[in-house]
């Protein structure tokens, strides 16, 4: 996992300062991470901000993993027993939600609840491997996901058993989805953006 800025104004040393004398101004600034986190055993499939120094990664090593960027170490991993494809988290909601290739989209509560379950529930209704998942930036309640089998379908976590929703369907995989305002859009390997109004 590394971690990098975005600002042209953040300190470097002198040999950085020496370098970026040196480049034409037409150049691209090469930039390094400001740190890279290890402890995920294989490929690195979601990231998602917590807060504003904390983040969550899902990866094909079955685990969800918490980093605090602050003291640069993971303070919590949740695993289960299927690749996980994608993570998105909720601060309405204060759970990460995450797609996994058993086509279950699951739910978790990093803090366990007074049953001390990691999975706070299981939404069912894809086919195949949930590739992408974002939540609603209006409700607590409600997110979007997409699937292999081209499906976007959204959620209403109270009702996991069934989607509230089927936005529509890709002619192939659905790969990657986002959710802003009422509009969701979603890209798939047809080679097309899908945009649906009125979400939510």
Same mark, same amino acid.
């Not at 691209?28 to 969550?56: C, D, F, Y």
């Not at 959204?154 to 802003?180: F, Y």
């Given at each position: 996992? =590394?971690?990098?800025?975005?600002?042209?104004?953040?300190?470097?040393?002198?040999?950085?300062?020496?370098?970026?004398?040196?480049?034409?101004?037409?150049?691209?600034?090469?930039?390094?991470?400001?740190?890279?986190?290890?402890?995920?055993?294989?490929?690195?499939?979601?990231?998602?901000? =917590?807060?504003?120094?904390?983040?969550?990664?899902?990866?094909?090593?079955?685990?969800?993993?918490?980093?605090?960027? /602050?003291?640069?170490?993971?303070?919590?991993?949740?695993?289960?027993?299927?690749?996980? /494809?994608?993570?998105?988290?909720?601060?309405?909601?204060?759970?990460?939600?995450?797609?996994?290739?058993?086509?279950?989209?699951?739910?978790?509560?990093?803090?366990?609840?007074?049953?001390?379950?990691?999975?706070?529930?299981?939404?069912?209704?894809?086919?195949?491997?949930?590739?992408?998942?974002?939540?609603?930036?209006?409700?607590?309640?409600?997110?979007?996901?997409?699937?292999?089998?081209?499906?976007?379908?959204?959620?209403?976590?109270?009702?996991?058993?069934?989607?509230?929703?089927?936005?529509?369907?890709?002619?192939?995989?659905?790969?990657?989805?986002?959710?802003?305002?009422?509009?969701?859009?979603?890209?798939?390997?047809?080679?097309?953006? =899908?945009?649906?109004?009125?979400?939510?």
């Amino acid at each position: 996992l =590394k971690i990098w800025t975005t600002s042209l104004n953040e300190p470097c040393d002198e040999e950085e300062k020496k370098k970026r004398r040196k480049k034409s101004s037409s150049e691209p600034l090469l930039r390094t991470p400001l740190m890279t986190l290890g402890g995920h055993r294989q490929a690195i499939t979601g990231v998602s901000w =917590k807060s504003n120094i904390e983040i969550v990664t899902s990866s094909h090593d079955m685990s969800l993993k918490f980093w605090d960027t /602050q003291v640069m170490t993971c303070t919590d991993t949740l695993t289960i027993n299927s690749a996980l /494809q994608c993570v998105a988290w909720s601060p309405l909601a204060g759970l990460a939600a995450a797609g996994a290739s058993d086509k279950y989209l699951r739910l978790f509560d990093p803090r366990g609840g007074a049953s001390g379950n990691i999975v706070h529930s299981t939404l069912t209704g894809h086919g195949l491997w949930v590739s992408d998942v974002a939540w609603s930036p209006s409700s607590e309640y409600e997110l979007a996901s997409c699937c292999y089998d081209g499906a976007v379908l959204v959620w209403d976590t109270r009702t996991p058993r069934t989607p509230l929703t089927r936005l529509g369907s890709h002619e192939d995989k659905a790969l990657c989805l986002d959710w802003k305002s009422s509009c969701v859009v979603s890209g798939g390997a047809d080679n097309k953006i =899908k945009m649906f109004r009125g979400v939510g």
